[in-house]
T-cell receptor, first 113, second 115 residues
Framework: DQQVKQNSPSLSVQEGRISILNCDYT??????FLWYKKYPAEGPTFLIS?????DKNEDGRFTVFLNKSAKHLSLHIVPSQPGDSAVYFC????????????FGKGTHLIIQP | NAGVMQNPRHLVRRRGQEARLRCSPM?????VYWYRQLPEEGLKFMVY????????ESGMPKERFSAEFPKEGPSILRIQQVVRGDSAAYFC?????????????FGSGTRLTVV
C-alpha cells in the first residue's frame, strides 16, 4: 500500500530546459510535503518543502506546486543543470501515523548536455 | 561541524549472524530516525528515537530488529539472525527537534549485504 507514488522511474531532460518531476499521494491527512535529492552512495539531502496550506513554494531554480484536490505535487527545476542529475524523492508527513517521513520510490533525473 | 556519521559504510554478514549499525547524530541534535531502503524502493521509516527513549517504532519489524539511543554514544540499530531479505541500505537522520522533515540531516548510510 504505497501512500506516496512517483510513477516515473526515470526522466531525461536536456541541459537548460525545464525538468518536471511528479508525485501523487493517497493519504489526505498528509500536511507537509518535501523533495529530497540523492546522489549515489550518499544520503538524501533536503531540497524544498511545501505546507498543505500553500499551493506553491519557490527557492531559486526550484519550485514545488501542490494541488490538494488532485493529491498531486510536482517539482520544477529551471534551468536544468548537469549537477541536477540525481534521484529525487518525494516525501510526506503528518499522515496521522508514524513520526517519520513517507517516501516515494524516487525518479532518476538525467540531464543531458 | 561534522554531519551525521554512520558506520560502517559497508557491512557483510552471513545468514544467522548479527548486524550492528551505528549512527552519530549532528552536534546539538537529539532526535534520531532510522530508514531502510531496499533495492529499487524508496526509503521506509523504521524507528524514531530521542535520547534514551524510543518514541515511535511502528516501522520496525517486530522480530530480530531493535534500536537504542543511549545517553552517551551513538544510536545503534541491531539486527539479530540476519536473513538475505535484510540486505539493504540503512540510513540514519538526525534533527534538532521533531516535526517536519526539512530539519533532518541524513547520513551516508550503511549498506548491509547478507550472504
Amino acid at each position: 500500500d504505497q501512500q506516496v507514488k512517483q510513477n516515473s522511474p526515470s526522466l531525461s531532460v536536456q541541459e537548460g530546459r525545464i525538468s518536471i518531476l511528479n508525485c501523487d499521494y493517497t493519504n489526505s491527512m498528509f500536511d507537509y510535503f518535501l523533495w529530497y535529492k540523492k546522489y549515489p552512495a550518499e544520503g538524501p539531502t533536503f531540497l524544498i518543502s511545501i505546507s498543505s496550506i500553500k499551493d506553491k513554494n519557490e527557492d531559486g531554480r526550484f519550485t514545488v506546486f501542490l494541488n490538494k484536490s488532485a493529491k498531486h505535487l510536482s517539482l520544477h527545476i529551471v534551468p536544468s543543470q548537469p549537477g541536477d542529475s540525481a534521484v529525487y524523492f518525494c516525501a510526506a508527513t503528518g499522515g496521522g501515523g508514524a513520526d517519520g517521513l513517507t517516501f516515494g520510490k524516487g525518479t532518476h533525473l538525467i540531464i543531458q548536455p | 561541524n561534522a554531519g551525521v556519521m554512520q558506520n560502517p559504510r559497508h557491512l557483510v554478514r552471513r545468514r544467522g549472524q548479527e548486524a550492528r549499525l551505528r549512527c552519530s547524530p549532528m552536534k546539538g541534535h537529539s532526535h534520531v530516525y532510522w530508514y531502510r531502503q531496499l533495492p529499487e524502493e524508496g526509503l521506509k521509516f523504521m524507528v524514531y528515537l530521542q535520547k534514551e527513549n524510543i518514541i515511535d517504532e511502528s516501522g520496525m519489524p517486530k522480530e530480530r530488529f531493535s534500536a537504542e539511543f543511549p545517553k552517551e554514544g551513538p544510536s545503534i540499530l541491531r539486527i539479530q539472525q540476519v536473513v538475505r531479505g535484510d540486505s539493504a541500505a540503512y540510513f540514519c537522520a538526525s534533527s534538532r527537534r521533531s516535526g517536519t522533515g526539512d530539519g533532518y540531516t541524513f547520513g551516508s548510510g550503511t549498506r548491509l549485504t547478507v550472504v
